[in-house]
């Protein structure tokens, strides 16, 4: 019913930016919180940033300064600007949604399929 496809990933040397960019499509009525989440080889998938249903936003701790999320309604995007990148960020990067599909329908959680972000020292 509803499908997140991200983009963006790629290799880049540790200092550098890049930027990624989540677009939902489907069956969408409203989107009550939307993030990024990544996940390390033999770690667990952690959050890095993400809109709360209120609107606000939250960042880990390690990206906070480093990192921006962003949002187009109109396009149902949500980006990660990453900047000053540092090899411990090397993970893959997952969007994830939590949206209603109905006027009448509870939130029900989305996930993309990952795109794979290495930062090489």
């Known amino acids: 019913q509803v499908q997140l496809v991200e983009s963006g990933g790629g290799l880049v040397q540790a200092g550098g930016s890049l930027r990624l960019s989540c677009a939902a499509s489907?069956?969408?009525?409203?989107?009550?919180?939307e993030g990024w989440y990544r996940q390390a080889p033999g770690k667990q998938r952690e959050l890095v940033a993400a809109f709360t249903s209120g609107g606000s936003t939250n960042y880990a701790d390690a990206v906070k300064g480093r990192f921006t999320i962003s949002r187009d309604n109109a396009k149902n995007t949500v980006y990660l600007q990453m900047n000053s990148l540092k090899p411990e960020d090397t993970a893959v990067y997952y969007c994830?949604?939590?949206?209603?599909?109905?006027?009448?329908?509870?939130?029900?959680?989305?996930w993309g399929q990952g795109t794979q972000v290495t930062v090489s020292s």
């Open positions: 489907g069956r969408i009525f409203s989107v009550n919180a």
């Open positions: 994830n949604a939590d949206v209603r599909t109905s006027w009448y329908s509870r939130g029900e959680d989305y």
